[in-house]
């Protein structure tokens, strides 16, 4: 069965970076887009960017462009998240979701990790 | 980037009951590439639909997704009491995936 499964939760002074893994199994590795979303608490869902395991290629959201990183290491099919430059503003639950979609553009998240706290705190 | 607005943004009803929420887009969705998620307390959200009706794996037959362009619904036929939860609908009909605010279903 597909199960993503990720790092435990992490405390952060402003300023600190974060990385956050995603190690997935019960599929192909190569075979879908892998996503990174966050929900700070009480709110809604962020869609943060995604990686291509196949070729690396990657994409983010306009809003994390400078400070977010998303790689993967495909011998232990296994995502990461790194997020620099925190503020309170980055304290969220962050979740590694993969894509459904058969082809480009059609992006769903279909399975996803059990999430990971980050709370940036001085 | 597409703007999702669902609507109301909490819904009061009764097990048995028939549930219609709404999400409207601030511009076409290509291809009608909007999913739905279901979010319970605690847990990481559960795709419901994606590419406007298409349920997925294991979702029972009372979630239906219909609309097209700007205007899609997600319609439960008959509320079951694990049906209370929060719902976000989703597009990626551009490259900036985006999310609506969510609707609470609350009884």
């Known amino acids: 069965q597909v199960q993503l499964v990720q790092s435990g939760a992490e405390v952060r002074k402003p300023g600190a970076t974060v990385k956050v893994s995603c190690k997935t199994s019960?599929?192909?590795?190569?075979?879908?887009?892998l996503h990174w979303l966050r929900q700070a608490p009480g709110q809604g869902l962020e869609w943060m960017g995604w990686?291509?395991?196949?070729?690396?290629?990657?994409s983010y959201a306009q809003k994390f462009q400078g400070r977010l990183t998303v790689t993967k290491d495909t011998s232990i099919t296994t995502v990461y998240m790194e997020l620099s430059s925190l503020t309170s503003d980055d304290t969220a639950l962050y979740y590694c979701?993969?894509?459904?979609?058969?082809?480009?553009?059609?992006?769903?998240?279909?399975?996803w990790g059990q999430g990971t706290l980050v709370t940036v705190s001085s | 980037d597409i703007v999702l607005t669902q609507s109301p943004g909490t819904l009061s009803l009764f097990p048995g009951e028939r549930a219609a929420l709404s999400c409207r887009a601030s511009q076409s969705v290509r291809n009608n590439y909007l999913a739905w998620y279901q979010q319970r307390p605690g847990q990481a959200p559960r795709l419901l639909i994606y590419?406007?009706?298409i349920r997925a794996t294991g979702i029972p037959d009372r979630f239906s997704g219909s609309g097209s362009g700007t205007d899609f619904t997600l319609t439960i036929s008959r509320l079951e009491p694990e049906d209370f939860a929060v719902y976000y609908c989703q597009q990626s009909g551009t490259a900036s995936l985006t999310f609506g605010g969510g609707t609470k279903l609350e009884i």
């Open positions: 979701a993969r894509d459904g979609g058969k082809t480009r553009g059609e992006e769903f998240f279909d399975f």
């Open positions: 990686i291509i395991p196949n070729t690396g290629a990657i």
């Open positions: 019960g599929y192909i590795f190569t075979n879908n887009y």
């Open positions: 590419d406007a009706s």
